[in-house]
């Protein structure tokens, strides 16, 4: 009797040993992310007439005016389909195998030579009511060899586009047919095409550039998407993505494997209450910048009067749109970010933007905010930029330019050697730093030396 009784229990507590060791791992199971179709790249690249018949003669929607084939670039656009889970804001699985069809836009080097390896996928911005490329950085992207992939994943979009051309994207559709029509299925979507293009089946975005590294990038209220998508949905399923960026808007508050860059202007910071940075976490503050500035007005403006008929026009409280380059410190952290997931290698950390004991931004007598990553343009200034306004539609997020006015650019600038050299020298500062590719620090010199500050 002896013997099996104890064979029984020997057998039971070897049972109990397998289930305490299985249910960690199973507890933390992370689901795969389906696997999309890709096809394209999509006939009619070139602007002509959105509304033909034919799909070859129309163009896709936002195609950038900037000479990609100088530059060794191609633009090509391609249909992205599936199936979908949905998930709600709190991370709850409200929608299983919906099936969808979007689109993604891909500019890319033509030439497997000129890749850096790094493909920068953006979370479309809808804010304005159409898709919105708000983090291609034209110069950067093309100059530093990487390709950029636009996804348009939010239903406000995709409806814009199907209006916008019926030949050419009257099949999308990101809603299960009107079922989900608060964007539940975004954040599955956002994940298969980071699969598509990490480890391509088939037709691949990126033609026959291999990636080494996939980073997803979103600004504004597509940051907030993310945001979503990294605390509440990525702890549930498999990753796509080697690091994030979150540039003018929200960043997680969750700790993962995955490194999280946030980048902000002086209007998105708006309390001296700040997460710390951690190995895992970076948060810059760009003093005088704009969370819509100078740059990507003048940039669209051309792309909303061919697609949409006219660019807006705002008036608000005070002249609008700040000149202090926001993409520079952008386009930094994306090396950065490269860095960090390749290496381990964690940024530099970055002085935050100063306030009052009362809870104001902290100013010198120009008016400029103390504190923050200091461009020239903040540091030897010609003009007060700062990241407030006020005023109708957009216009608090579009910042201040003020120029100077003479007296106070003599008062300040003595000669135009001196002015030149005290840009140099906050440049040199921001590139030893880390804030500042020498390449937009050599743009800075050259407009410092066609200025007239200080002749």
Sequence with gaps: MT????????????????????????????????????RGPIPGSVPGDRLAADLADTYPFFSTPFDLARHGYVEQEFYLSGVADGWDTTGNRVATDVPYQTRLVVRRPANAQKFNGTVLVEWQNVTAGYDLDALWNAEATTRDGYAWVGVSAQRVGVDQLRGWSPTRYGALDVT????????????????????????????????????????????????????????????????????????????????????????????????????????????????????????????????????????????????????????????????????????????????PIVFNPDGTKARDALGLVRGGIRLSQVDVPTALNTGDNAGESFCLLFGTYQPFDEATLDGLYRTHVGYVARVVATDVHNVVAGYLQPADAADNLRAALRSDVGR
Excluded at 5 to 33: D, F, N
Excluded at 261 to 283: H, I, K, Y
Excluded at 294 to 323: H, K, M, W
């Design 176 to 351: 299960g047919g009107r079922q989900f029509v608060t964007d539940e299925l975004s954040y599955d979507i956002f994940a298969q095409a980071g699969k598509a293009i990490a480890d391509p089946r088939g037709v691949s975005p990126l033609g026959r550039l291999k990636a080494t590294t996939v980073l997803a990038i979103g600004a504004s209220q597509s940051a907030s998407r993310m945001t979503v998508y990294y605390d509440r949905v990525l702890p549930q399923v498999q990753p796509v993505y080697a690091g994030y960026g979150f540039i003018v808007g929200s960043a997680p508050t969750r700790v993962g494997a995955e490194p999280v860059f946030q980048v902000l202007s002086e209007t998105d910071v708006r309390t001296p209450v700040r997460p710390a940075d951690t190995d895992l976490f970076r948060r810059w503050e760009v003093a005088g910048g704009a969370h819509s500035g100078y740059n990507g007005q003048v940039y669209r403006a051309p792309i909303q009067e061919r697609d949409l008929g006219g660019a807006p026009v705002y008036t608000c409280a005070q002249p609008p749109f700040s000149r202090v380059p926001v993409q520079h410190v952008t386009a930094a952290a994306y090396a950065h970010l490269v860095r960090w997931v390749r290496r381990g290698t964690p940024p530099p950390t970055a002085p």
């Design 3 to 38: 013997r099996p009784w104890r064979r029984a229990v020997l057998v039971a507590a070897g049972l109990v040993a397998s289930l305490l060791t299985a249910a960690p791992a199973q507890a933390g199971a992370r689901e795969p992310i389906s696997r999309p179709t890709v």
